[in-house]
């Protein structure tokens, strides 16, 4: 079993910065894309950002130069720095991470949300 575990979120007012984590935990034997999504009521959930096991990192247009994306490969984690939030930025944020359990199997692993509320 993988788990992923996410922390950070809360309520910031507009302007403002926060900083989500999700660690990666379990029987892991590589971990390959690794991704931030973002879902509000009534709608699907959106990639925000992902980033690769070489470092190669993308981004929603929206929330290009006031995100970015990062991880630590040895601890299994990827953060998500945000920056200059907007209100319409408020959502339920997800991570996500393709992770491989051998050499020939991987599997998508979703972390539970966390509430982002940018008040205006």
């Known amino acids: 079993h993988v788990h992923l575990v996410v922390s950070g979120g809360g309520l910031v007012q507009a302007g403002g910065s926060l900083m989500l984590s999700c660690q990666a935990s379990?029987?892991?034997?590589?971990?390959?894309?690794m991704a931030w999504y973002r879902q509000t009521p009534g709608k699907q959930r959106a990639l925000v950002a992902g980033?690769?096991?070489?470092?190669?990192?993308k981004y929603e247009d929206s929330v290009k130069g006031r995100f970015t994306i990062s991880r630590d490969n040895a601890k299994s984690m990827v953060n998500l720095q945000m920056m200059r939030l907007k209100p319409e930025y408020t959502a339920s944020y997800y991570c996500?991470?393709?992770?491989?359990?051998?050499?020939?199997?991987?599997?998508?692993?979703w972390g539970q949300g966390t509430q982002v509320t940018v008040s205006s």
């Open positions: 996500s991470a393709d992770v491989q359990v051998g050499p020939t199997y991987a599997y998508n692993y």
């Open positions: 379990g029987d892991i034997f590589k971990i390959n894309d």
């Open positions: 980033i690769s096991s070489g470092g190669l990192t």
